[in-house]
């Protein structure tokens, strides 16, 4: 726990500081450039598909129905443009992920590692095949589970907990290997990450309750759709802060449990007689005067 709060602190201070504001600039520009191209390609054939299908099949009356269950029936006739959003926030996400990945993890990694961890020496268990493949598979099966959990996740309540939930899976399992690709050696980063499971857990669960704030914004009824453009570049910038964050997060957290371990420290907390606060980076740094 007191790994967690105090990498978490780190990683608020780190995240105000002008250096990492500016890291969201690259990611955010060419997320919306390229997301203002597909909406004024593709948005509108999108919209008559699914407003076809949902004619030839019925379903205006049966979303209607379940809407008037929940006491919803007014967004009956947005249903259509929301459900072509939604099925559109996940494409959305892969690209704010693709491009913090291209542009801002590696000037996180440097920033920390050079400044905060000049002693941990890089034994480059990973490879960026291996994070290409880690982040493909995981995004994989993260859509899969957006998609089949779209028609329950319209729901608000249930919106705070499926959301949260696959991004922090998500997160977990793609910042934890992307974070000690460097620095540890395959047998160190597996061991770092079974010592560590559940907090990173923790940690990839509240960055996924972060990450389901964008969605908040499709909750507007027909202003999210009339406003859908400012919306989606509003969702765009909150994803890159997001992730942006969460790599600040796990790199602070991961790169000292790889100290500890290499140490021998405990897993979380000091060192015998140690300061009880105190990362073990700075204890280094400090060193015999």
Known sequence: MRLLLSSFGRALLSQLHIRMLLLTVLPFVFSVVIWAVCLWLGL??????????FVVHSMFGIAGTVL????MGTLKTVIVPMLAMWA????????ALVFVGLFTIPAIARHIGARHYPMLELRRGGSWWGSLWTSLWCFAVFVVGWLVTLPVSLIPPL???????????????????DTLADYASADERRAVLRLHRWPLLVIGTIAG?????PTLLWLGG??????????AA?????????FVFT?????YYCLEALLRYRSGQPPDGPEPGGDPIRPAADIIDAGPR
């Open 44 to 53: 509108q054939p999108m919209i008559d598909w699914l407003q076809d299908y």
């Open 68 to 71: 008037n269950w929940f006491g």
């Open 247 to 251: 790599g600040l997060w796990f790199q």
């Open 234 to 242: 509003g969702a765009i910038w909150l994803y890159v802060l997001v």
């Open 159 to 177: 919106t705070f907990v499926i959301h949260p939930l696959l991004w922090g899976w998500l997160t977990y399992r793609v910042m934890a290997y």
């Open 209 to 213: 309750a972060m990450g389901a704030a």
């Open 222 to 231: 027909a202003l999210s759709v009339i406003f859908f453009p400012l919306l």
């Open 88 to 95: 559109l926030l996940p494409l959305m996400i892969l690209t």
